[in-house]
Nanobody, 124 residues
Framework: QVQLVESGGGSVQSGGSLRLSCAVS????????LGWFRQAPGKEREGVAV???????IYATSVKGRFTISLDNAKNTLYLQMNSLKPEDTATYYC??????????????????RGQGTQVTVSS
């Protein structure tokens, strides 16, 4: 059973930075994709970034160039460095693990494992 625990959320002003962390335990081979999605009130869930076991990454157009996803295998921790934050980045951010990318591309698809979420609030 994979367990994911996010941390690092908070409140920042527009233009600020935050780094989210996701501690991964019980990781099992075959769950190739680790990533982040976000959910804001009244908005559709959005896949933010994903990294695979080879280190390849995918980013949402809305965050490309501002967010960086990384994985520290030694620490079993997934990160999301968020720079140049905008008010529209305000959401609850969740980390996720799955063997496919369906959850990333399709808002209605749930990832196999997800964390409890961490709130990010960006004020203008």
């Amino acid at each position: 059973q994979v367990q994911l625990v996010e941390s690092g959320g908070g409140s920042v002003q527009s233009g600020g930075s935050l780094r989210l962390s996701c501690a991964v335990s019980g990781y099992a081979p075959g769950y190739t994709y680790l990533g982040w999605f976000r959910q804001a009130p009244g908005k559709e869930r959005e896949g933010v970034a994903v990294i695979d076991s080879a280190g390849s990454t995918i980013y949402a157009t809305s965050v490309k160039g501002r967010f960086t996803i990384s994985l520290d295998n030694a620490k079993n921790t997934l990160y999301l460095q968020m720079n140049s934050l905008k008010p529209e980045d305000t959401a609850t951010y969740y980390c996720a693990v799955d063997s496919s990318l369906t959850w990333y591309h399709t808002a209605a698809a749930r990832p196999r494992f997800r964390g409890q979420g961490t709130q990010v609030t960006v004020s203008s």
